[in-house]
């Protein structure tokens, strides 16, 4: 039988009772006759108290010391799980990100792996052994430097792997049941998926559903690697995330919407009277890509006729809020704009569903279920298969709810039960 890589984030091996439960797991898969790889995230909240530590005894903390200090946490928890292993009478091995060959550029704190070299894995399955390898690291091909590839990356670390070992499915594990139609601590009518395209779940990744790292899933779809999310606390089949469909095969019954995500990480800035002239934006877009700042939605007014000024507006991560306003201020005098205005009380509320292509009235629908529930729009922002709306961040929750009621996806069980974690 083939190779499995199975990921296990924080939650599944916050203490030593984790830790032997996900030994067992593991050593069931391979008495099952897999081949097994497991890329494991550091105990519980470790990455963040780690970084707690590093700001208390310097507001700054150099990114390659940083990197040194975080990548200590998964290295942590893949020698507990190897000894909980050994200790279960199975041969098992660990390896740092760097170890199990993983390469990537050398930008500390959000490296992107550029190749996976992993000899030393395989001469460990040769061996009979299971391979433990730590998530969310890998080695500068540049500098030789440990990296780390952004928070939640473990989950990019497994389907890499997976991809590049051939495997035949990549399993992650949380302390939830699957992937849901909502955040169930929002909604807790919200189902399990039980299948969902990589296609949506890209769009519901980059919408704020927490489940997968949104890298993982454009690996999984570079790749056409199939991953299984699933619950390291039951044995319930979870959901099974697949790369689309190609034209010609046989055309399966498919929901219309997949879910309801949301987002709030965001903050909207508005550039407030800018002159309605050739280029204006241009420069104004310059500034802000010059201090590598990610933009999300963009939305120009209308100029009034009377004044010939038209105001800017869009969202960014409310991380990068600062740094983009300065960028703005700089320019002023240039761009001859009025004023700015910085907003991070909002929220973004995003339906997602491949079904929009063809079922024509999901807008009208959506915004209704908006209406009804005394949510007013802010910004409105569109893909082929999402719709997205900024609203006020107190409002997150009701429009949540009133657009999953308004699908008909609340479901008459309680389906979701979340096994462990802090939500941190
Ligand atoms: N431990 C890292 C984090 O908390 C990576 C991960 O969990 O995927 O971000
Ligand atoms: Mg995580």
Redesign the pocket.
Same mark, same amino acid.
């Given at each position: 039988m083939g190779i499995v890589v199975q990921?296990y $984030?924080?939650s599944s091996v916050a203490d030593a009772t984790g830790i032997k439960r996900v030994a067992q797991r593991i050593v069931n898969t391979r008495k099952a006759g897999h081949d097994v790889v497991v890329v494991v /995230? =550091?105990m519980g &909240? #470790? #990455? &963040?108290d780690l970084r707690d530590l590093a700001e208390q005894v310097t507001p700054l903390p150099p990114p390659r010391e940083l990197d040194m200090l @975080?990548t200590a *946490?998964?290295r942590i928890s893949m020698a507990l799980v190897a000894m909980a292993i050994s200790q279960l009478g199975y041969k098992a091995r660990s390896f740092t990100g760097s170890q199990a060959g993983v390469i990537t550029d050398s930008a500390h704190g959000k490296a992107k792996i550029i190749d996976i070299t992993p000899g030393r894995i395989e001469a460990a399955l040769a061996d009979g052994a299971i391979a433990i390898v730590a *998530?969310?690291q890998g080695v500068s091909q540049d500098t030789k430097d440990v990296t #780390? @590839? $952004?928070? $939640? =990356? /473990? &989950?990019? #670390?497994a389907v890499a792997l997976a991809a590049s070992l051939g495997a035949d499915v990549c399993e992650i594990y949380s302390d939830v049941d699957g992937v849901f139609t909502a955040d169930p601590r929002i909604v807790p009518a919200a189902r399990k998926l039980a299948q969902v395209s990589t296609e949506e779940m890209l769009e519901m990744a980059a919408s704020g559903a927490k489940i997968l790292?949104l890298r993982c899933v454009e690996y999984a779809r570079r790749y056409n690697m199939p991953i299984h999310v699933r619950s390291s606390f039951s044995e319930k089949e979870g959901t099974w995330v697949i790369p689309d469909r190609r034209a010609g095969e046989v055309e399966m019954e498919q929901a219309i919407i997949a879910g309801v995500a949301h987002d709030r990480s965001e903050a909207k800035i508005t550039v407030v009277g800018v002159p309605d002239k050739v280029g204006e934006a241009a420069r104004i877009f310059e500034a802000l890509s010059a201090t590598e700042v990610n933009l999300d939605m963009v939305v120009q007014n209308v100029s009034a006729a009377a004044t010939g000024l038209t105001d800017i507006s869009f969202t960014l991560p409310r991380s990068d809020g600062q740094t983009a306003m300065g960028a703005l201020a700089r320019i002023q005098d240039e761009v001859g704009y009025d004023k700015l205005l910085y907003d991070d009380q909002i929220g973004k509320v995003s339906l997602i569903g491949a079904g929009m292509r063809s079922h024509p009235g999901i807008t009208a629908k959506f915004f209704a279920s908006l209406a009804a529930a005394g949510v007013n729009i802010e910004m409105i922002s569109t893909s082929e298969i999402r719709i997205s709306v900024i609203v006020d961040e107190a409002q997150v929750d009701d429009a949540v709810r009133a657009t999953h009621t308004a699908f008909d996806l609340d479901s008459t069980e309680v389906e979701a039960v979340v096994y462990g974690g802090t939500g941190r």
């Open positions: 990921k $984030g924080g /995230s =550091a &909240d #470790t #990455t &963040d @975080l *946490g998964e *998530g969310f #780390t @590839l $952004g928070r $939640g =990356a /473990s &989950d990019t #670390t790292h």
